[in-house]
């Protein structure tokens, strides 16, 4: 499904250039569960800003299915972002004051879904993620851990197929943080393919195949044998 060729990103922090990604080459499988693991500053947010098409490689190669995205002009990859891939972020980015079922809903009120279609998929999402007493609650109202399933709910209401959570449970104690990787491991489960960004490595260990990235590089590769 993706395949990364000699992909390259070089930051300019004052004078001094940093290679963030060093000629990474990486293929993923549908459905694939991934974890990045690394020093801080090994460029593991970088990758995952190239897989979500949010940053462009100064060169190398991002293969999507059959497309090229590094061939593609900005609307191209906007268009592309948007049909296939959600994020999931550490600080959970909601707007404020929108309520959660309104955050949850956005997505597809962007891409002109009707009321009358958009209203079942979101009340499914707020039921199965335990959210219905809290739909019409806005961002502050809510704890952490609910926050997270509301952004991971928005995140998923147009059913990508990849699916990118850097820190997710960052924020979060353990125990609201293993729910939230129970619900993305759930999702996985139904066949997207998910990508985390982790320095934790008890959470890292979770996921089946396992990157570490070092100076931009991949440093190891590492993936459970196949039930
Ligand atoms: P990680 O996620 O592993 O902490 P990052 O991908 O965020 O690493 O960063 C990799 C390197 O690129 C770091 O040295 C960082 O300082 C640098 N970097 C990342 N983003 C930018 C940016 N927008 N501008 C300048 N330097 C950046
Ligand atoms: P399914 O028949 O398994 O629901 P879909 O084609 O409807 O498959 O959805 C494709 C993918 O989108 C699923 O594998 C799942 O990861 C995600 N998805 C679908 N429905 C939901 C949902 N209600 N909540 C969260 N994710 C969903």
Request: net charge negative; glycine share 8%.
């Amino acid at each position: 499904m993706i395949r990364l060729q000699q992909l390259c990103k070089r930051y300019q922090l004052g004078d001094e250039p940093v290679q963030a990604l060093d000629h990474v080459d990486l293929r993923i499988n549908a459905g694939e569960y991934l974890s990045v693991m690394g020093p801080s500053g090994s460029g593991k947010s970088t990758l995952l800003n190239m897989l979500g098409l949010l940053d462009q490689p100064d060169s190398g190669e991002y293969w999507l299915d059959e497309l090229e995205m590094t061939a593609l002009s900005e609307e191209g990859r906007a268009a592309e972002r948007n049909r296939r891939i959600g994020f999931v972020f550490q600080a959970y980015h909601l707007i404020d004051r929108l309520s959660a079922r309104e955050n949850i809903e956005l997505p597809l009120v962007l891409n002109g879904t009707t009321p009358s279609e958009r209203r079942p998929r979101v009340n499914e999402l707020l039921q199965r993620l335990g959210l219905e007493r809290h739909a019409e609650h806005l961002p502050h109202q809510l704890s952490g851990g609910q926050r997270q399933r509301v952004a991971i709910a928005r995140a998923v209401i147009r059913k990508p197929q990849l699916l990118l959570a850097d820190e997710p449970t960052g924020n979060l104690d353990s125990h609201s943080g293993n729910d939230v990787i129970e619900l993305l491991e759930e999702l996985n489960a139904e066949g997207i393919t998910l990508v985390m960004v982790t320095h934790d490595a008890a959470m890292g260990r979770r996921a089946r195949r396992r990157l570490w990235m070092q100076d931009g590089q991949l440093l190891k590769d590492e993936q459970d044998a196949h039930a």
